[in-house]
């Protein structure tokens, strides 16, 4: 598994973390959830041990909803500038998810696997030769 030492943070920059564990997991969620917190593109997503990401500064709001897989997700995200950060899933409870746009390098993400494909829009391109799968244990 690779090893993540990144940073990362919101637009605005109230909120920081840092990241210093596996990746065990990256990839492009297409949830309808995850089609809102996006803006329309699928979630691009890290999947960490909760252990490895350490909030350095500010603190995120949380939005609770249950999610396409029945599992309860909570998302967590900038309060002023509204940047989608993190999100945890009620059946995972020791991983997290991060969203790639909020790392300092977005170019450390690679689409290992594109999952909810089942509600991604007709536009999108997915990644080639990378695994699709209709639904997903987990939603981004
Ligand atoms: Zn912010
Ligand atoms: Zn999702």
């Known amino acids: 598994m690779r090893e993540l ?3 990362g943070g919101c637009l605005c920059g109230e909120i920081r973390f ?3 564990g596996p990746a065990l997991g990256s990839g492009a969620c297409h949830c309808r959830d995850c089609q809102y917190v996006s803006g329309g593109a699928p979630a691009y997503i890290f999947v960490i041990d909760k252990a490895s990401l350490i909030i350095e500064k500010g603190e995120p709001k949380a939005f609770e909803s249950v999610a396409d897989s029945g599992n309860s997700r909570k998302r967590r995200f900038c309060g002023t500038c509204g940047t989608p950060l993190f999100a ?3 059946a995972f409870p020791s991983i997290v998810t991060v969203k790639a746009g909020s790392l300092d390098d977005p170019s450390l993400f690679k689409v290992s ?3 909810w494909t089942r509600s991604a829009p007709s536009w999108h391109l997915f990644t080639p030769a990378v695994p699709t799968f209709q639904k997903g244990p ?3």
Do not use: K, P, V, Y
């Open 5 to 7: 030492h990144a940073q």
């Open 18 to 20: 840092r990241i210093d």
């Open 88 to 90: 945890e899933d009620s």
């Open 113 to 115: 696997a594109e999952f």
């Open 138 to 140: 987990l939603d981004g």
